[in-house]
């Protein structure tokens, strides 16, 4: 079974570099050691997860969320 991390991303990205290291530097202040391998693919903690976004409405303000899925060797 893959493994999946979502993460609230708290200042809006408005395109696709900003929204990728907004991730980039929240799961490194986690303590995971992570890299960009393309656009929608990251390497965390020596396993590749896939990146895609989410947008919620809240109600109050939208969210915005990543989402990545670890993928198969």
Not at 10 to 15: F, T
Not at 18 to 37: M, P, T, W, Y
Request: hydrophobic share 35%; charged share 25%.
């Amino acid at each position: 079974m893959s493994k999946k991390i979502v993460l609230n991303i708290e200042n809006r990205c408005y395109n696709n570099n900003d929204f990728r290291n907004a991730v980039i530097k929240q799961l490194e202040e986690k303590g995971h050691v992570c890299q960009s391998i393309d656009s929608t693919t990251l390497l965390i903690d020596h396993k590749k997860y896939s990146l895609s976004e989410w947008n919620l409405s809240t109600g109050a303000a939208p969210l915005q969320q990543a989402i990545l899925k670890e993928l198969e060797s």
